[in-house]
């Protein structure tokens, strides 16, 4: 069953401007992961940010985790072309393995 | 690279036939998993492999057969598939199955289409 539902469906922005993504879960989770997937290749994984943190930082990203409403934000700052992808979050509230949700498409345009 | 190589990278065949997809890690991990991407829909969790052993099924068709002879390699046998089996096939491994909340590594992807 899904777990994570990635808000927006789609995000288009300029090159430079900045890109924020919305996760929400259903069940309580140990941690909550963000992955990158270019087009029709595997899944890389940004970030993971344990139950007992706020907030996460990773270079351009920064992911913030909301348990009491169970929801998580990536945010992307100053995008790049290069930064075109579809972008997943993924919960261990299955147990043995990730779940992911349907994820967020982002375009970056130059 | 990830570390997760996947064979073949395209694969068309037909309801009738056979073919096997196959999944190597150099990672040393200790679990493999196979997930399937189809159009507009989330990743769905087939398998889970935990030191060679399947600990999750979740209700896959039995045409899906999976196979682990050790814990870097990882197999998915197809029989007699239908055209709605036509999807991205990823493997990923991770250091343990559970919730040890450590990162999955996926592989390039099989895109497979059924005719």
């Known amino acids: 069953s899904q777990q994570g539902e990635e808000d927006p469906q789609a995000l288009s922005i300029q090159e430079g401007e900045n890109a924020t993504m919305n996760c929400s879960y259903k069940?309580?989770?140990?941690?909550l992961q963000w992955y990158r997937q270019n087009s029709g290749r595997g899944l890389v994984h940004l970030i993971l940010i344990r139950s007992n943190e706020r907030e996460k930082h990773s270079g351009r990203l920064r992911v913030t985790l909301d348990t009491s409403k169970k929801s998580s934000s990536l945010l992307i700052t100053a995008s790049r072309a290069a930064d075109t992808a579809s972008y997943f979050c993924?919960?261990?509230?299955?147990?043995?393995?990730?779940?992911f949700g349907k994820g967020t498409t982002l375009s970056v345009s130059s | 690279e990830t570390g997760v190589t996947q064979t073949p990278r395209h694969l068309v065949m037909g309801m009738t036939n056979k073919k096997s997809l196959k999944c190597e890690q150099h990672?040393?991990?200790?679990?493999m998993y196979w997930y399937k991407q189809s159009a507009k829909k989330p990743l769905e969790l087939m398998f889970v492999y935990s030191l060679e052993e399947r600990v999750e099924n979740n209700s896959v068709p039995s045409r899906f057969s999976p196979e682990c002879p050790n814990s870097s390699h990882l197999f998915l046998h197809l029989h007699t598939l239908q055209p709605e089996d036509s999807a991205l096939y990823l493997c990923a491994s991770s250091l343990y199955a559970g919730t040890s909340g450590k990162e999955a590594f996926f592989g390039p992807g099989t895109r497979l289409t059924v005719l």
């Open positions: 069940t309580s989770i140990n941690n």
């Open positions: 993924a919960t261990d509230a299955a147990g043995t393995a990730l779940i």
């Open positions: 990672l040393g991990h200790n679990a």
